[in-house]
């Protein structure tokens, strides 16, 4: 396709305009995706099970895991608010679960069992309106 004669500045101009208001938008960290690794990667019964979050920005407001098809508040395993006496808030889902969160994002689940193999998510948040996130599957 050939560009009329007298346009191809505008043009370029407009795609180099374009490209720079994307670039100044777009939040710090946004380009990575948020993953998770599961660690080990084939758990045993009654092994700790680490789900290693990876591409959370430095900064971030809290993070929340769930566990199961849905990121609801009966799937909402605990709420980790970083910076405060005590980060971790249990959710409905944690049952008698021992889950540990982390700073950083991950979550520790010790002497997995058959019962918790399923879909895991994580959302973080980075300000009101940024919200990363990432699901695994694990099986036990």
């Known amino acids: ?14 795609l180099l305009l374009s490209a720079s ?5 777009a939040p710090q960290g946004s380009w990575a995706a948020l993953r998770i690794q ?6 045993q019964k009654n092994q700790d099970v680490l789900l290693s979050v990876q591409g959370i920005p430095d900064t971030f407001q809290d993070f929340i895991w769930y566990r199961g098809k ?7 395993l605990f709420t980790y608010i970083p910076d405060i006496p005590r980060p971790q808030r249990d959710g409905s889902a944690m ?3 021992d889950i540990v969160g ?6 520790l689940l010790r002497d997995a069992q058959p019962r918790d193999s399923g879909t895991y998510h994580v959302e973080v948040h980075i300000n009101p309106s ?3 996130r990432a699901k695994t599957e694990v099986q036990v």
């Open 1 to 14: 396709m050939e560009i009329p004669t007298g346009t191809q500045g505008h043009f370029s101009q407009g």
């Open 70 to 76: 849905e990121t609801d508040g009966g799937t909402r």
């Open 95 to 97: 049952e008698q679960r």
């Open 21 to 25: 208001v994307l670039a100044l938008w």
């Open 38 to 43: 599961t660690i080990p990667e084939r758990p």
């Open 102 to 107: 982390f700073p950083n994002g991950s979550m």
């Open 130 to 132: 940024w919200t990363m």
